[in-house]
């Protein structure tokens, strides 16, 4: 290369917005361009070593970000890659909020070449897009209203833990759920307000699950719970303490003599036992407790319904619903 090139490389490396940085085999900083030693805040210096110079970054809180209570410390762990290789690159976060991908290249004399591009707007638009794919992910999985998992999820879901069930040998009790004559609440106040009545209990059977127990609305005004390692009477305990809650005055403005019950099926899961088979017992279970009298449990196993506790329709109560089969 003739020297007028030689100059021109020079020139451009020297106004490049790329950082570029040359250390000798003793690792002693002999060039760097205005963006390396504006991104590192330092200046060209005969003593400045990499040493010296990730200890200033750390000491100063300048350049490449080293978060760390023990320099020393860093620096082994950091020596364990650096020159080791030919050729390295890895993305390093700097104290100016900027990503850059440093690529060391390092000679057969022991020059080393550093390059570091700023790469923040690569990063930004990453998260972007990873946040746009993770909400995508979760609006299929979730009801849009409650913020519950949909049917599609919750049935998928119940397959995974029957198989685990049975891996483990621990019991998985399946419930399914219908709001107490929900038609009436949208005809009587409209849409608007069932709506507020659905996020409501659907807020409440989040709250009183554990963290291993799943819970979806699967349409309408029907959800269905799963409880790994929970047997009928866990299920039952759930299902008292939400019935409380729902029994008495919801927490709608300006009506405040509104009111809901609900009623459920529960079944024990059985060894061969598909997400059809169980989820069928579970909904015939909850067909039983809705021909019954509503506002009440049944446990089904499989041969017999079980009215678990008897109970009895909610002295409010609005009566029959002429659009479910046991009222007709």
């Given at each position: 290369m003739n020297r007028d090139l030689q100059l021109q490389l020079l020139s451009c490396l020297a106004d490049s917005p790329t950082c570029v940085g040359l250390f000798d085999a003793q690792e002693t900083l002999r060039y760097a361009n205005a963006s390396f030693l504006q991104a590192f805040g330092t200046e060209l210096d005969p003593a400045t070593t990499w040493e010296e110079l990730m200890r200033c970054c750390h000491r100063e809180r300048r350049g490449l970000l080293i978060e760390t209570d023990d320099i020393d410390a860093w620096l082994t762990r950091a020596r364990r890659s650096y020159r080791k290789t030919a050729t390295r690159s890895f993305e390093s976060d700097f104290v100016d909020g900027r990503w850059r991908t440093v690529t060391e290249t390092l000679s057969a004399d022991g020059w080393a070449l550093v390059l570091a591009a700023d790469v923040t707007p690569l990063k930004v638009n990453e998260a972007t897009l990873r946040e746009a794919r993770d909400q995508a992910v979760l609006s299929s999985l979730t009801d849009p209203l409650t913020?519950?998992?949909?049917?599609?999820?919750?049935?998928?879901?119940?397959?995974?833990?029957?198989?685990?069930?049975?891996?483990?040998?621990?019991?998985?009790?399946?419930?399914?759920?219908?709001?107490?004559?929900?038609?009436?609440?949208?005809?009587?106040?409209?849409?608007?307000?069932?709506?507020?009545?659905?996020?409501?209990?659907?807020?409440?059977?989040?709250?009183?699950?554990?963290?291993?127990?799943?819970?979806?609305?699967?349409?309408?005004?029907?959800?269905?719970?799963?409880?790994?390692?929970?047997?009928?009477?866990?299920?039952?305990?759930?299902?008292?303490?939400?019935?409380?809650?729902?029994?008495?005055?919801?927490?709608?403005?300006?009506?405040?003599?509104?009111?809901?019950?609900?009623?459920?099926?529960?079944?024990?899961?059985?060894?061969?036992?598909?997400?059809?088979?169980?989820?069928?017992?579970?909904?015939?279970?909850?067909?039983?407790?809705?021909?019954?009298?509503?506002?009440?449990?049944?446990?089904?196993?499989?041969?017999?319904?079980?009215?678990?506790?008897?109970?009895?329709?909610?002295?409010?109560?609005?009566?029959?619903?002429?659009?479910?089969?046991?009222?007709?």
């Amino acid at each position: 290369m003739n020297r007028d090139l030689q100059l021109q490389l020079l020139s451009c490396l020297a106004d490049s917005p790329t950082c570029v940085g040359l250390f000798d085999a003793q690792e002693t900083l002999r060039y760097a361009n205005a963006s390396f030693l504006q991104a590192f805040g330092t200046e060209l210096d005969p003593a400045t070593t990499w040493e010296e110079l990730m200890r200033c970054c750390h000491r100063e809180r300048r350049g490449l970000l080293i978060e760390t209570d023990d320099i020393d410390a860093w620096l082994t762990r950091a020596r364990r890659s650096y020159r080791k290789t030919a050729t390295r690159s890895f993305e390093s976060d700097f104290v100016d909020g900027r990503w850059r991908t440093v690529t060391e290249t390092l000679s057969a004399d022991g020059w080393a070449l550093v390059l570091a591009a700023d790469v923040t707007p690569l990063k930004v638009n990453e998260a972007t897009l990873r946040e746009a794919r993770d909400q995508a992910v979760l609006s299929s999985l979730t009801d849009p209203l409650t913020g519950l998992y949909n049917r599609r999820y919750m049935f998928n879901r119940l397959a995974e833990l029957l198989v685990s069930a049975r891996k483990m040998r621990y019991p998985l009790t399946a419930v399914a759920i219908d709001l107490d004559h929900f038609k009436q609440i949208n005809d009587r106040y409209g849409h608007i307000m069932g709506d507020q009545v659905l996020v409501y209990f659907g807020q409440q059977l989040r709250r009183h699950l554990r963290p291993l127990d799943v819970v979806g609305r699967t349409g309408g005004e029907e959800f269905l719970m799963v409880l790994p390692n929970a047997d009928a009477g866990g299920a039952l305990h759930v299902l008292g303490r939400l019935r409380a809650l729902t029994d008495s005055t919801l927490p709608v403005e300006g009506l405040s003599s509104l009111k809901c019950s609900f009623s459920s099926g529960v079944t024990l899961a059985h060894p061969h036992d598909t997400v059809e088979t169980l989820y069928d017992r579970a909904d015939h279970a909850l067909y039983a407790a809705k021909a019954a009298g509503r506002s009440r449990d049944v446990v089904f196993d499989g041969t017999q319904a079980l009215l678990e506790p008897p109970g009895a329709p909610h002295p409010t109560d609005p009566g029959p619903d002429p659009d479910h089969p046991a009222d007709r």
